[in-house]
């Protein structure tokens, strides 16, 4: 079985990158993933989970990036 073991306490998210009109960018290299939290300062903007192999980031950025959303339940 190629199943790997429950793991509750992690969470595995692929590098997937982002889109910017129709290019992809950053694939396997950076994970950007969307929040469900607007920021209320500027509702164009939206907070989101940045990651490489060296560096963890939560930003907010223009939801008009292709951003990945991964629904998660606590």
Avoid: H, I, K
């Avoid at 969470?11 to 209320?40: E, H, I, V």
């Avoid at 990651?51 to 990036?65: A, G």
């Amino acid at each position: 079985d190629a199943t790997p073991p429950a793991r509750p306490e992690s969470l595995a998210l692929p590098a997937a990158g982002y889109r910017n009109d129709s290019s992809l960018n950053n694939a396997g290299s950076n994970g950007n993933y969307w929040s469900s939290s607007l920021n209320t300062d500027n509702p164009n903007n939206a907070y989101n989970l940045n990651f490489n192999s060296s560096n963890v980031d939560w930003n907010n950025n223009n939801r008009y990036y292709g951003q990945s959303v991964r629904p998660v339940c606590p």
